[in-house]
């Protein structure tokens, strides 16, 4: 598009806009729309954050997030990763062709300042509900608790939920 505004060729116009102009694509993902009460939302979260941090320095060493990833069951190795060393004079192994695996498994983890706190495989053919979620995240304090021997009192904001655990 822009080569051909300015009738030059692609690899021109991608050498200036790199390396002269040190510019790079990238993008940031964002809901498409949100509306005036999720906005309103995020901003009490936000502040909420903010003034805990502001009152606790150690806040930022209580926060616990997670996240899921959908994992291959069998994930091959590149073609440099399973190269061998051979001696002159011997012929080339011999390398089987591998596929992706179709099979997938998601993993939940969930981590603190210090590491992996807990993690579980969804079952196959299971679906993530609210209920599921829930269940896994009263996993995780069981084992906040048992584990790390916390008196919890947590607020899941993001569920429109106040839970209080306590030893």
Same mark, same amino acid.
């Given at each position: 598009m822009i080569a051909e505004s300015l009738?030059?060729?692609v690899g021109s116009v991608f050498t200036i806009m790199t390396e002269d102009l040190k510019k790079k694509k990238c993008a940031r993902f964002v809901p498409h729309t949100l509306t005036t009460e999720q906005k309103e939302h995020r901003i009490a979260s936000s502040e909420d954050l903010i003034a805990a941090a502001d009152e606790d320095?150690?806040? &930022?060493?209580?926060?616990?997030?997670?996240?899921?990833?959908?994992?291959?069951e069998y994930?091959?190795?590149?073609k440099r990763q399973s190269s061998e060393w051979t001696s002159p004079g011997k012929g080339r192994p011999m390398k089987v062709r591998a596929s992706k695996s179709k099979t997938k498994t998601m993993l939940l983890v969930f981590f603190d300042s210090r590491g992996i706190i807990h993690h579980e495989f969804l079952r196959q053919g299971s679906t993530v509900t609210g209920a599921f979620y829930k269940d896994v995240l009263?996993? &995780?304090l069981k084992r906040m608790r048992r584990d790390l021997g916390l008196k919890l009192s947590l607020y899941f904001r993001a569920l429109d939920i106040r839970?209080?655990?306590?030893?």
């Open positions: 009738n030059m060729s320095p150690n806040f &930022l060493k209580t926060i616990v997030t997670g996240d899921e990833s959908w994992c291959l994930d091959p190795e590149t009263h996993r &995780l839970e209080e655990y306590s030893n």
